[in-house]
T-cell receptor, first 114, second 115 residues
Framework: ETGVTQSPTHLIKTRGQQVTLRCSSQ?????VSWYQQALGQGPQFIFQ???????GRGNFPPRFSGLQFPNYSSELNVNALELDDSALYLC?????????????FGPGTRLTVL | AQSVTQLDSQVPVFEEAPVELRCNYS??????LFWYVQYPNQGLQLLLK??????LVKGINGFEAEFNKSQTSFHLRKPSVHISDTAEYFC?????????????FGSGTQLTVLP
């Protein structure tokens, strides 16, 4: 059974650019959540997709957007990058969106904005 | 909104000594609590969780935690640590965001096990 994978592992962008991060869910999982982890802090919830629909969003501006595909893989898109967007971006997949559905995390994508 | 507070940002401890990592949560009717571990350059791994039932929860790698409603705490303990336990530990609470169940994390505790 393949776990959650993310690509790329590292990325460097300049302010104002756009970036797309990718996540492949664990087999059998239909829910993907994205988190932003700034240096020295805990992860912060960005949004969640369940069966290709966004079903919850944290306190992030609209320039953070996402997609979930029919195979339940997912993308996180960030437009107009700012220096504060530099962080580790984690995705987590689960079999549903209840408290009983454990979220399995990928290794993350480290984004640096210069 | 529900939240968790991790009281110690860094905890150094000698190998084979006991350790306690502290976590307090904001009070609510129903609370679901988790501890995750993050090794360098890796994602998060679930150590244990409290959803209901017994207040003493046992997890992986010899860790356990006790849900204390009167103290609003969920402290993580291990009776004897190993060098390999060196990592960042996060306490988290499950909350609703829209119809999504999401995790709200504390700021983390860096556990460093010294030889």
């Amino acid at each position: 059974e393949t776990g959650v994978t993310q690509s790329p592992t590292h990325l460097i962008k300049t302010r104002g650019q756009q970036v797309t991060l990718r996540c492949s869910s664990q087999s059998g999982h239909n829910t993907v959540s994205w988190y932003q982890q700034a240096l020295g802090q805990g992860p912060q919830f960005i949004f969640q997709y369940y069966r290709e629909e966004e079903n919850g969003r944290g306190n992030f501006p609209p320039r953070f957007s996402g997609l979930q595909f029919p195979n339940y893989s997912s993308e996180l898109n960030v437009n107009a990058l700012e220096l504060d967007d530099s962080a580790l971006y984690l995705c987590a997949s689960s079999q549903g969106s209840t408290v009983y559905n454990e979220q399995f995390f990928g290794p993350g994508t480290r984004l640096t904005v210069l | 909104a529900q939240s968790v507070t991790q009281l110690d940002s860094q905890v150094p401890v000698f190998e084979e000594a006991p350790v306690e990592l502290r976590c307090n949560y904001s009070s609510s009717v129903s609370v679901y609590l988790f501890w995750y571990v993050q090794y360098p350059n890796q994602g998060l791994q679930l150590l244990l969780k409290y959803l209901s039932g017994s207040t003493l929860v046992k997890g992986i790698n010899g860790f356990e935690a006790e849900f204390n409603k009167s103290q609003t705490s969920f402290h993580l303990r291990k009776p004897s640590v190993h060098i390999s336990d060196t990592a960042e530990y996060f306490c988290a609470v499950s909350v609703y965001s829209g119809s999504a169940r999401q995790l709200t994390f504390g700021s983390g505790t860096q556990l460093t096990v010294l030889p």
